[in-house]
């Protein structure tokens, strides 16, 4: 049998193979018995009693083998932590590079423009892998989007309307639309590597839309509808919802124009002891917890039996809807999201 290489064991496998050396030699095993029982080769049995003897009857501990951290590689140390800050913090347009997000191909430019030579794609891959980078679908952001403005909502305005909804002793909601269509599918199915599974979606295109409303308490409103959404429609929708709580009602809307109607505006100016309406930045989805709401909404929709029709669909969609009625805590669960946090800590503070 071949005897065990081992130079190419772990440390902590060679540490136990030097103590039971040790252990068989007080028993008074013989070299070549030992060499037998553990598989090992007779000379590395020898050294490491010598090492033990010239050591004071004590096992020295043993030398670290290979290259000392850092040596050898592509990169300085101070170099890669220079690349994996650049990487991080920008994106390559930052760097005046042509692309949009990085990759290996972006990097290894980036590497090649500050220090003028290039790596490997292939020793790129070890770096992000020793930076825990893992490649991934990128969150989309609107060109539009105001970092300022968002910023502003976060830190001032939305703390200022949890300080009056608590001083007026109000509940505040999220609202927002979205249509559900029986053409999309958002189901994954396993298949053989190289074929794509197949689902068979329905000819015709059925739509339906929902306006809600969630607050962070666990709360829930909604109301389906089928063609688009009027200020008359949303009227009907805000009455529901102050005739459904005793105390008034802080609704956070985005900027779509029948939000800020003024057949809209004139109803709330008349009801303003009930209901006041404030609004998210613009093109700012991600801080609005109703989106996460709809997005776990279609995806439910959308699995298992896929409706067929208009009335199917909007079944599907009130059923959802209906037990997430009596299930506040997965309401309350939508809003520990990472991008939401800022919610928490205006309710904490």
């Known amino acids: 049998m071949e005897k065990m290489n081992l130079k190419k064991v772990t440390p902590e496998i060679r540490e136990y193979v030097r103590t039971r050396i040790l252990y068989l030699k007080e028993k008074n095993y013989s070299i070549k018995d030992i060499g037998n029982l553990l598989n090992i080769n007779d000379d590395y049995i020898y050294q490491v009693l010598k090492k033990y003897r010239e050591n004071g009857s004590k096992l020295p501990p043993e030398k670290i083998r290979g290259r000392k951290f850092g040596e050898g590689r592509s990169l300085p140390q101070i170099q890669a932590d220079e690349i994996k800050k650049a990487i991080t913090e920008h994106t390559p347009d930052y760097w005046k590079l042509p692309y949009s997000l990085w990759s290996r191909e972006a990097i290894q430019e980036l590497i090649d423009k500050k220090y003028g030579f290039k790596i490997p794609l292939t020793t790129i891959t070890e770096y992000l892998k020793r930076w825990g980078m893992t490649c991934q679908r990128p969150a989309k952001r609107a060109t539009k989007q105001n970092a300022a403005a968002v910023k ?66 666990g709360h829930c409103k909604f109301m389906c509808y089928s063609d ?122």
């Open 152 to 217: 502003e909502f976060q830190e001032i305005t939305f703390p200022q309307i949890v300080a009056k909804a608590k001083k007026e002793h109000g509940i505040i909601f999220f609202g927002d639309e979205t249509g559900i269509c029986n053409q999309e599918n958002y189901q994954r199915g396993f298949s053989p590597a190289g074929v794509a599974p197949v689902v068979k979606l329905p000819v015709k295109k059925e739509k339906i839309n929902m306006i809600s409303a969630i607050s962070r308490q």
């Open 228 to 349: 688009t959404l009027t200020q008359q429609r949303l009227i009907e929708f805000l009455s529901r919802l102050i005739e459904s709580y005793d105390r008034k009602i802080f609704l956070i809307l985005d900027n779509l124009k029948v939000h800020h109607g003024k057949i809209v505006e004139k109803w709330v100016e008349e009801r303003k002891n009930q209901i006041e309406l404030f609004f998210f930045p613009s093109y700012s989805p991600q801080l609005n917890p109703d989106e996460y709401l709809n997005n776990i909404l279609k995806k439910n929709v959308h699995s298992g039996d896929l409706p067929h029709t208009e009335k199917q669909l909007e079944k599907k969609t009130t059923d959802f809807m209906n037990s997430l009625l009596t299930q506040s805590e997965k309401i309350s669960n939508l809003f520990l999201q990472e991008k939401l946090s800022f919610i928490e800590m205006c309710f904490v503070a």
